[in-house]
Structures are given as C-alpha cells and as structure tokens.
C-alpha cells in the first residue's frame, strides 16, 4: 500500500535500510520525523500553521494540506516510525515537471550548533545560495515519452554555478530539455507555465507580497517547489503550474521581524523567472495594455 514516491526531487529517498518519504494510493505523502529536534519542529509548524487563523486563504494554498501523523513502517526497516501525513502535491499530476529550490543565501538558523552553521555555511558558500539568495536542490524536466525525464543527480545539481540556474530555469519550460547542457533551451512553455495571471510569476507574486508584510515565521532552509505538466499545453490547455513551500524543520518565531533572509531569495528567483518572460518575443510580464501582468492583476488584490 506504501511506496516509494516516483516525484521525489530532493533530499533523502527512501530505499532498502535508508529512511525517506511514502506516498499511498489516496493521495497523501509521508514525511518520517526526523529523531532530533527536526521531525518536532516540522509537526509543531505545521499544527499551529494549520490552525493560524493570521493566514490568508490566498496563502494557504502555496502549503500542503496537513493531515497529522500517522505511526506507519518506515522504508528503512527500521519498524514503526510517526510520519508528517501530508497532501502529496504529485498525486493529480501525470508527468510532472518539478523543480525544488531552497530559499535563502543562509540555510542556518540562529540557535543552531556551530558544527551546523559551519555545515551549512559550507554548502551555501559551494552553491549559489550565497551569490544569488537560492540553489536549486532537485529537479525533474518531463520529455516525452521516448525520452522520458531529465533528472540529474544530486551531485551535479549541487555543482550548478549561476549561469547553470539561469539555463535550468529556461530548459524547465522547454521543449527541447530532455538532453543535458548541449542545446540552447527553446523556453517553448514559458508563456503557458512561467507568465499570465494564474502562473508561476504571478504565484510568486502573490507570496513575496505576504513575505514583505509577514513577521510571524522565519522560514530557514525551507523550498519552493515548482510544479507543471508538460501535455496538457500541447493539447491547448492549462498546465496547473503550482508553487508550494515544503520542508518546515527549520521554522522560528518570526518575533515581529520580516524574514528578510527569505524574502531577498525570493525576490531573487523571481528575477530570474522575469527575465525569461521578458527574453520572449512579446514581453509576458506585460499585459497588452502594456502594464505589468502579475502586479496589475494579482498583487494589488492582497
Ligand atoms: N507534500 C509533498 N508532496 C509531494 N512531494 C513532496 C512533498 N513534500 C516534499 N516532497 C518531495 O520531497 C522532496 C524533499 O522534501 P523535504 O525537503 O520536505 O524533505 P527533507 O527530507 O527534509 O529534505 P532534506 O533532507 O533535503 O532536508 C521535495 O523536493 C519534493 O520532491
Ligand atoms: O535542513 P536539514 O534537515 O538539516 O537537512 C539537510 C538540508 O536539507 C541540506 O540542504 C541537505 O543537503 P543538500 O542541500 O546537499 O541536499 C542535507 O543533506 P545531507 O545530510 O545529505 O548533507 C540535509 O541533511
């Protein structure tokens, strides 16, 4: 009845003896708790997330409905094991594309021990999570069915430098993405995942608007999943592109002060994401009256 999720980007995947996340057939993922204070942290988050009546329902949505925890068998072997129940974003999806990226150019907190902080603040210094305020930690680009997804692994993904993140973001709405770095990416999707005002730009919008007025979370180390399919553009219809956050391990009381560590990576991704729109041959954060598409439509309204 569990197995092994076919979508996952990033972090630990579940195999013989290695403890990672399930799926089920009705449509829920399994998060295992982490044993130190990771696991605690992500259910407290959630259970007080899930009854913050401080959150827009415009907001809530970019979170996985939370469903508890629920003791399941763990994919290690290890036995009976408390899960995060979670809505599994891939479930309605066949062929997803899926990008996970990391916000923040600081992937530490505060409080944590200086082996963690020296842990982190290696990997953000390796990654473009110092120089550009995110990295892209995993990611799967649907083909087609002859060639199926290009998911490259997690090494290559952690090596990409700056200009590799600009190209991945335009392959990521490509037609042409299923090779490697050898061609020039067509962005053939990007009007259809990337622009309007039900896309990805506009999501994206619509969250840094509650970032930049928000002061009740830090959200440390935490992704913004990017998500479409690739078929249903081809047959003229909506992508469902989605953004949603995942991994709240590493949430604190915002007390009352803006996350700025969030925010600028945000706004840093939605940079990049604006700049294939206006690479295109009408420029798509524009609206034919020539205002900016998103803001115009979406972001006034919050
Ligand atoms: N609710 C969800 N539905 C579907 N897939 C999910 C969901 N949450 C997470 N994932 C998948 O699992 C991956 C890892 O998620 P997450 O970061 O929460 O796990 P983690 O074990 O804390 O990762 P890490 O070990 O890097 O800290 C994501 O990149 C995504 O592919
Ligand atoms: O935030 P946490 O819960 O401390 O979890 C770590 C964090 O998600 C890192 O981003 C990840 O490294 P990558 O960015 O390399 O995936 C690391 O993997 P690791 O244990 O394999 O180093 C995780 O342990």
């Not at 197995?3 to 829920?28: E, N, T, Y």
């Not at 036995?79 to 479930?91: A, F, Q, R, W, Y």
């Not at 990805?200 to 959200?219: C, G, R, S, V």
Request: proline residues 4%.
């Amino acid at each position: 009845m569990f197995k092994v999720p076919d979508h996952q980007v990033a972090g630990h995947r579940a195999s013989q003896g290695v403890l990672g996340p399930l799926i089920d057939d009705s449509g829920r993922f399994y998060k295992p708790l982490q044993s130190d204070e990771r696991g605690s942290n992500e259910v407290v988050f959630y259970t007080q997330f899930s009854s913050n009546k401080e959150i827009p329902n415009h907001i809530r949505k970019f979170f996985s409905v939370y469903y508890d925890t629920q003791l399941i068998e763990a994919s290690d072997g290890s036995g009976l094991l408390p899960h995060l129940v979670l809505e599994d974003i891939t479930s309605t999806r066949t062929n997803p594309s899926i990008m996970d990226v990391k916000i923040g150019s600081r992937t530490w907190y505060p409080q944590a021990s200086e082996d963690y902080i020296t842990k982190c603040l290696m990997k953000d210094r390796q990654t473009t999570s110092l120089p550009l305020g995110f990295r892209i930690s995993g990611l799967q680009i649907y083909g087609s069915e002859q060639s199926g997804y290009w998911k490259p692994d997690k090494k290559r993904v952690l090596g990409f430098t700056a200009e590799d993140v600009r190209v991945v973001l335009r392959k990521f709405v490509s037609s042409n993405s299923s090779d490697d770095f050898g061609t020039e990416p067509d962005c053939a999707f990007a009007a259809a995942v990337y622009g309007g005002s039900t896309g990805i730009l506009a999501q994206l919008l619509k969250l840094k608007a509650w970032f930049e007025d928000q002061t009740i979370y830090h959200f440390y180390s935490c992704s913004v999943l990017m998500v479409y399919e690739k078929e249903p553009i081809l047959n003229g219809k909506s992508p469902s592109a989605a953004v949603k956050l995942v991994d709240f391990a590493h949430v604190l009381d915002g007390q009352g002060v803006i996350d700025h560590n969030f925010l600028g990576g945000l706004c840093s991704l939605i940079k990049f994401i604006s700049e294939i729109l206006k690479d295109q041959p009408h420029d798509l954060t524009k609206d034919n009256s020539g205002s900016e598409i998103a803001c115009a439509n979406d972001c006034n309204k919050i």
